[in-house]
């Protein structure tokens, strides 16, 4: 599975991005897909995922209610649309997959390249 993150840059506090991953390689409909964040000097963590059904996992609690997880499976890709931005949203975002599905607790083991969200207060 090829995945390809895009939509990061640079947003004043209260303002919006959407992400988008475009994926490939396999039939994505055994996969779940979530969004992960890593902010500079910490793990990555995850935020959400969402599987073929469109069924999703809870949020953290960090980003509840300001973001949303959606997924277009006929063109295999995966957004996250975020708004009410604060700096401390500020991270590099990475959209991953894995065929373990929504139960599984662990690192996903597809992941694309990583898009840069800086929220300047």
């Known amino acids: 599975v090829q995945l390809q993150a895009s939509g990061g840059g640079l947003v004043q506090a209260g303002g919006s991005l959407k992400l988008s991953c475009a994926a490939s390689?396999?039939?994505?409909?055994?996969?779940?897909m979530g969004w992960y964040r890593q902010p500079p000097g910490k793990e990555p963590e995850l935020l959400v995922a969402?599987?073929?059904?469109?069924?999703?996992?809870n949020y953290v609690d960090s980003v509840k209610g300001r973001f949303t997880i959606s997924r277009d499976n006929a063109e295999n890709t995966l957004y996250l649309q975020m708004n009410s931005l604060k700096p401390e949203d500020t991270a590099v975002y990475y959209c991953?997959?894995?065929?373990?599905?929504?139960?599984?607790?662990?690192?996903?083991?597809?992941w694309g390249q990583g898009t840069l969200v800086t929220v300047s207060s």
């Open positions: 390689g396999r039939t994505l409909s055994r996969y779940a």
């Open positions: 969402i599987d073929w059904l469109g069924y999703t996992t």
């Open positions: 991953a997959a894995d065929v373990r599905g929504l139960g599984y607790g662990g690192k996903y083991a597809y």
